[in-house]
């Protein structure tokens, strides 16, 4: 006899995903973007009146056009009056805080419907604006009350780290994707051919998903070797090695309790249960981390999701990594305990023939990466890969920031074995976890922690990461040919060198 179900648990009953790549296809505004991806996770669900019958409509922070309520704008082309409007602020991990924080309201009875949106439309607007054209989207009135604002609005980096150029992403991550090849002890060719495997694999898999942006699998030689389509952004990323933002793309995710599921008339076989949400944040500045490789908010997020879900990594079937970069799918998957932190074994990545790869979706360079909602499309295609393998158990996670905030997610057709969903933010550990100082005003002689070159218009310059004697850690830079020439070819990663009031790294 199959076991009664809490008609509070939390199930993703509908999904949608909408991409508009033809260009004499009429391209959609983000809030019409979100609003059809909605319509077609209505139509997903198999239910009826949904979509009018939301509790909550929240939607994910968008770039490419500016609503003064887009929670409100998206509850209106639904025919929603929800008694909650709500909008993330910008970080790639809140569509997953969004979803954990979703389904906790619905276990506790605060809500039974509960829709999730973002979408956005960069590649429309990037062309209009080529052209010198502004477009003709829908705008709010300065009367329109603003949304409930979800996430944490401090700035990223401090004055002294943007002064620094700690600031872009795509100059962060080229540092962790070094120090993480120091740790492991590859070399600078066997590292190369490393990270080429791993996206190679994931350009796999987005060659089979019809939700892709690009689906032509390349190998690895194609994605990190710099040519004129695959120039070299940061050292070790060429651009295919980085998130693809140029893309229009909507994605949605219903979620509701068993009950209301029930009262929509939703098949059985349209249900994904979730079973255990984690949520935390690394120290917020990078300067204060212990290291560069490392993430103890997703190890202890992750830690909380597997013991709430009652499973471990081997029970896992499918994953899907948050994947800006290689270096976050890298840490990830050792945060997770999926690869142990020594291993150097490419096949291990989710190289091609791995048992497991590290995404559903393809990724964030090949699936596309529109901004802060990349994390919808990956639970959406999570949601369908496992109702088509009914019973096995799906693992999604969501990365803000510079591997900064976090957020794990498990589920699986078949109910769970707690009997109710269950949500963990262990903030308090990670705060009281070791932290570095750092030295700004430092002169003398440094270790080399990380180094990275950063390629721009018609120069290039290095960013590079030091500690002091004390251990503090001290942000520099070199404009020097030979110095940038060893960073890309040799390993600087222990290396003495000397800095200079002005940052000006020399190697002794």
């Known amino acids: 006899m199959a076991l009664e179900l809490d008609p509070r648990l939390p199930i993703i009953v509908g999904t949608g995903?909408?991409?508009?790549?033809?260009?004499?296809?009429?391209?959609?505004?983000?809030?019409?973007?979100?609003?059809?991806?909605?319509?077609?996770?209505?139509?997903?669900?198999?239910?009826?009146?949904?979509?009018?019958?939301a509790d909550q409509v929240l939607t994910v922070s968008e770039l490419s056009w500016r609503y003064r309520n887009p929670a409100l704008a998206v509850a209106e082309r639904i025919g929603a009056s929800p008694r909650r409007l709500a909008t993330s602020v910008v970080g790639g991990n809140l569509a997953g805080v969004m979803v954990a924080r979703?389904?906790?309201?619905?276990?506790?009875?605060?809500?039974?419907?509960?829709?999730?949106?973002?979408?956005?439309?960069?590649?429309?607007?990037?062309?209009?604006?080529?052209?010198?054209?502004?477009?003709?989207?829908?705008?709010?009135?300065?009367?329109?009350?603003?949304?409930?604002?979800?996430?944490?609005?401090?700035?990223?980096?401090?004055?002294?780290?943007?002064?620094?150029?700690?600031?872009?992403p795509v100059h962060v991550y080229p540092l962790f994707e070094v120090a993480l090849r120091a740790r492991l002890g590859l070399s600078v060719e066997g590292h190369i051919e490393r990270i080429g495997s791993l996206w190679s694999a994931f350009s796999e898999v987005a060659s089979t998903n019809p939700n892709a942006?690009?689906?032509?699998?390349?190998?690895?030689?194609?994605?990190?070797?710099?040519?004129?389509?695959?120039?070299?952004?940061?050292?070790?990323?060429?651009?295919?090695?980085?998130s693809n933002n140029q893309v229009d793309q909507g994605a949605a995710v219903i979620i509701t309790s068993v009950a209301a599921a029930e009262r929509a008339g939703v098949p059985r076989d349209q249900w994904v249960f979730l079973h255990a949400g984690a949520e935390a944040i690394d120290h917020w500045n990078v300067s204060n981390r212990v290291d560069l490789c490392s993430?103890?908010?997703?190890?202890?997020?992750?830690?909380?999701?597997?013991?709430?879900?009652?499973?471990?990594?081997?029970?896992?079937?499918?994953?899907?990594?948050?994947?800006?970069?290689?270096?976050?799918?890298?840490?990830?998957?050792?945060?997770?305990?999926l690869i142990p932190a020594t291993d150097t074994n490419d096949e291990g990545w989710g190289g091609i023939g791995a048992s497991r790869?590290?995404?559903?979706?393809?990724?964030?360079t090949f699936a596309g990466g529109p901004y802060n909602n990349y994390v919808t499309h990956g639970l959406a295609?999570?949601?369908?890969?496992?109702?088509?393998?009914?019973?096995?158990?799906?693992?999604?996670?969501?990365?803000?920031?510079?591997?900064?905030?976090?957020?794990v997610l498990l589920a699986s057709t078949e109910p769970p074995s707690a009997r109710a969903y269950r949500h963990s933010n262990p903030q308090a550990e990670v705060d009281a976890l070791p932290r570095v100082d750092y030295d700004d005003a430092w002169v003398g002689e440094v270790v080399i922690e990380s180094a990275t070159v950063v390629f721009e218009d018609v120069s290039k310059r290095s960013l590079i990461?030091?500690?002091?004697?004390?251990?503090?850690?001290?942000?520099?830079?070199?404009?020097?040919?030979?110095?940038?020439?060893?960073?890309?070819?040799?390993?600087?990663?222990?290396?003495?060198?000397?800095?200079?009031?002005?940052?000006?790294i020399t190697l002794d």
């Open 17 to 53: 995903q909408i991409m508009i790549r033809d260009a004499a296809t009429e391209p959609l505004e983000p809030a019409e973007l979100m609003a059809e991806a909605l319509r077609r996770a209505e139509t997903d669900s198999g239910g009826t009146g949904l979509l009018t019958s």
């Open 102 to 168: 979703a389904a906790a309201d619905i276990q506790a009875g605060a809500a039974d419907v509960i829709v999730i949106t973002g979408g956005e439309a960069t590649r429309t607007r990037s062309r209009l604006r080529k052209a010198g054209l502004e477009p003709e989207w829908s705008t709010q009135s300065d009367s329109v009350v603003s949304p409930e604002s979800i996430g944490d609005l401090r700035p990223l980096v401090n004055e002294m780290e943007s002064a620094r150029g700690v600031q872009l």
């Open 213 to 242: 942006w690009l689906r032509t699998p390349l190998s690895s030689s194609e994605i990190t070797t710099p040519s004129a389509e695959n120039r070299m952004i940061a050292w070790p990323y060429t651009k295919r090695l980085c």
């Open 295 to 337: 993430s103890p908010a997703l190890r202890t997020a992750g830690r909380d999701a597997y013991a709430l879900a009652g499973r471990g990594p081997d029970d896992i079937k499918y994953f899907d990594l948050y994947s800006c970069f290689p270096s976050a799918v890298q840490i990830g998957a050792i945060e997770l305990g």
């Open 357 to 364: 790869p590290l995404t559903v979706t393809g990724g964030m």
């Open 381 to 407: 295609t999570m949601v369908d890969t496992l109702r088509d393998d009914a019973g096995s158990m799906g693992l999604c996670t969501a990365n803000g920031g510079y591997t900064t905030e976090h957020a």
């Open 465 to 504: 990461a030091t500690r002091t004697p004390e251990g503090q850690r001290s942000w520099g830079m070199s404009t020097d040919a030979d110095f940038m020439n060893a960073a890309m070819t040799t390993e600087l990663v222990g290396t003495r060198a000397q800095r200079s009031a002005n940052g000006t």
